[in-house]
């Protein structure tokens, strides 16, 4: 070993830092990064009334994986829907530009007039790009065929029922979407659908507070077209209603009483049952008042005599229904 290596070792073996004596291995530098965006993720389209809405998520990340610190500008265009495979280069020399969009959330909308359109099978696609000029390319594109636009429902009304809250209104269309706001919630969620121009929302409470819309839908090619929504209509539904009368009454007489039992009434606020009984064919008078269960024995009978009976049920706001279907027996 020669005197610069013997030197070169000691040294190693002493420095408290490995870098200082040149044991470490320092690699080549990395490469300066592109920032380039990525695409428009969820890019979505749909007609309502005279307008496409589309919609662009943000790209959150670069193509590298890296947060993307810098702002973008969208692209977005639309153009008719090529016959072959999409070729979004070929396809955006000849697409109209679309501006004035609008971002909130994280999320860009577009409003494109649908008139020019109209008939027509039509691709919209989007580039994001970045601060810097550059970017991944244009996004896969959103598909839909034109139509003329849906008609808007009108005169929507909502009023209480037994079932909950009846909708009614005017409009034309294959099929109606609902759409509901109800108490402390601060936006509109689909309800349901209905195929004509009524809709009863059995899943709203008595005394609480709800708003509600309708669009009419339109088959579109393989889509749907959206009407602009109805006007809102709002009700807080009140409980007037008698519940429904019990089913399923049946009297078995035992050894000193004649055993009853019914279904059980499962609506909301039905608090209780009312006992009716008749000698023979007299009229039917109140055996028994604020029954809570779906039982009853009755021990103030006469031997061989034939009794008939009824019952009704009671909800909390003092409306009493009907009498169920009559049963006649003997007593032992």
Not at 165 to 182: D, E, I, M, Y
Not at 187 to 210: H, Q
Request: charged fraction near 20%; charge should be neutral.
């Amino acid at each position: 070993m020669t005197l610069g290596s013997r030197l070169r070792a000691l040294l190693c073996l002493s420095a408290p830092l490995l870098f200082l004596c040149g044991c470490g291995y320092i690699g080549e530098p990395l490469p300066p990064l592109m920032n380039i965006p990525g695409r428009g993720d969820n890019l979505a389209a749909v007609q309502r009334g005279s307008n496409i809405i589309a919609h662009v998520t943000l790209p959150a990340y670069t193509t590298e994986g890296v947060v993307l610190k810098q702002s973008v500008r969208l692209d977005l265009r639309i153009g008719p829907k090529p016959d072959g495979p999409f070729n979004a280069v070929a396809w955006a020399a000849g697409a109209k530009a679309v501006g004035g969009g609008t971002t909130a959330n994280g999320i860009a909308e577009y409003r494109i007039p649908a008139t020019e359109w109209i008939g027509k099978q039509v691709s919209i696609a989007v580039k994001v790009i970045g601060a810097n000029g550059r970017d991944a390319g244009w996004s896969a594109p959103a598909e839909l065929t034109v139509v003329a636009p849906p008609e808007q429902p009108r005169d929507l009304s909502a009023e209480a029922v037994p079932q909950g809250v009846r909708l009614t209104w005017h409009g034309a269309g294959s099929a109606f979407a609902v759409l509901r706001r109800g108490p402390e919630e601060p936006d509109y969620k689909a309800l349901g659908r209905s195929p004509t121009p009524e809709y009863i929302d059995a899943t709203a409470e008595f005394g609480k507070p709800y708003r509600y819309l309708v669009q009419s839908m339109v088959k579109a090619g393989e889509g749907e077209a959206q009407s602009e929504l109805s006007s809102e209509a709002a009700i807080a539904p009140v409980d007037t209603f008698p519940p429904a009368a019990p089913a399923g009454l049946t009297a078995v007489p035992s050894t000193a009483s004649i055993e009853l039992v019914w279904e059980r009434n499962t609506e909301p606020n039905v608090v209780g049952y009312r006992v009716y009984r008749a000698p023979g064919s007299a009229p039917f008078e109140l055996l028994a008042d604020a029954q809570l269960l779906p039982t009853y024995s009755d021990r103030k009978i006469e031997s061989g005599k034939t009794y008939r009976y009824a019952v009704s049920a009671v909800k909390s706001n003092q409306k009493e229904s009907k009498l169920s279907e009559p049963v006649e027996v003997a007593a032992p």
